[in-house]
């Protein structure tokens, strides 16, 4: 694998991102905003607290479905950007895995979670690890009682949909699924995230 | 004859090359596209039984005036007018679009935004729709109005009666005293 990790991180956590005169921040064919972590973990745990028990797991499923539809769309803006092109894109030998190598780089250095590829099984199967990330904080309330970094499951298996995905961006959505197996959150020392097909 | 130099938001960013965290003025933030803000919103409008506007509000709320707060007492900002010039750069500089202060008063607060990343994204996404959706930026008003007025969080109320979504020239937010 040719992928540089410590080259991507250093070079991407670089990237300027800041409004325009209009407050805006277009880039990666998506509007980007940039805001604090506790405002995201506030509204999931808020909402995760405040429904019945039994609707626990459809509100989960709408976090991760928001988080899988921005690493869709903005995860396929990243891997064709400028900026991949300058930097990454010269290390990728094997498509599509070390474009997936490439992309947790890129996740780690825009501060989603400090995370990379463990393990790939191509078309079937991806083990992704995280070391420290955002939606742990939740922490700082008590040892959560089940895993909850719905952003990281929704974009994994995003990830995966754009690299294997049954039919090519932007059809392939949907392909993949995430099941979070450690957490940071719930008392591990780092989270594990194990992508199937759905 | 005098210039008064405006006050400027300035922005203190740091990423720590241990955790990967990226800071700014001391908080934790976070890079998220359109998709993940206007999925939020709508989750949030979709749980109407569970009250998900009003959490995703105070939500923004807690975390902005909290924000803010800290940056007006380690700038030694006290003034009012410099408050809310403060409250409209930091939006402008986030990305969530540009927003500018009408009134600000006792009783009430006005707002409103020509730009704005919830509702431009909204649009790309969905397109347009006959109610707002700005819920982030009810809580953040409330939070400059509650700050601007020397109060706590959940001193004021916000409603968005225009929304650049519905085909308005601006989205109009006012905040009241409850």
């Not at chain 1, 049954?166 to 979070?180: A, L």
Request: proline share 3%; net charge negative.
């Amino acid at each position: 694998m040719a992928i540089d990790r410590k080259k991507i991180i250093e070079q991407m956590s670089k990237v300027s991102v800041i409004g325009n005169e209009e407050g805006l921040i277009p880039g990666f064919n998506v509007y980007v905003q940039q805001l604090p972590s506790d405002f995201w973990n506030g509204f999931a745990r808020r909402i995760v607290n405040y429904v019945p028990e039994d609707l626990v797991e459809s509100a989960e499923a709408l976090l991760f479905n928001a988080a899988r539809e921005c690493g869709y769309h903005t995860g396929y803006g990243i891997i064709t950007s400028d900026e991949w092109n300058e930097i990454v894109a010269p290390m990728v030998e094997k498509v599509p895995e070390d474009v997936l190598h490439g992309a947790y780089a890129v996740f780690t250095a825009w501060g989603w979670a400090k995370s990379e590829v463990i393990e790939i099984v191509p078309k079937e199967k991806m083990v992704v690890r995280a070391y420290d990330y955002y939606e742990s904080d939740i922490m700082k309330y008590g040892k959560a009682s089940r895993p909850c970094a719905y952003m990281i499951q929704g974009v994994s298996a995003a990830f995966m949909d754009i690299a294997y995905g049954d039919s090519p961006y932007p059809d392939g959505m949907g392909t993949f699924q995430c099941e979070q197996t450690k957490g940071i959150e719930i008392g591990d020392d780092y989270g594990e995230f194990l992508v199937t097909r759905a | 004859m005098t210039v008064e130099k405006k006050i400027e938001f300035e922005i203190d960013h740091k990423f720590d090359p241990i955790t990967n965290r990226h800071y700014m003025n001391g908080f934790c933030t976070v890079l998220h596209c359109h998709h993940y803000a206007t999925l939020y919103t709508q989750l949030a409008d979709d749980a109407e039984e569970f009250k998900g506007v009003q959490l995703l509000k105070e939500a923004a709320e807690d975390t902005f005036y909290e924000v803010l707060e800290d940056y007006y007492q380690k700038n030694g900002i006290e003034a009012i007018e410099d408050k809310v010039t403060i409250a409209e750069q930091y939006w402008q500089a986030v990305g969530m679009g540009l927003i500018r202060f009408t009134g600000i008063g006792k009783y009430a607060c006005t707002a409103v935004m020509e730009y704005s990343h919830l509702d431009e994204g909204w649009l790309k996404k969905w397109g347009s729709r006959d109610k707002p959706v700005n819920f982030f930026t009810c809580g953040f008003v409330a939070a400059v109005a509650a700050l601007a007025n020397g109060k706590s969080v959940r001193s004021f109320k916000v409603k968005e009666p225009k929304g650049l979504v519905c085909g308005d020239e601006v989205s109009a937010f006012k905040a009241v005293l409850t």
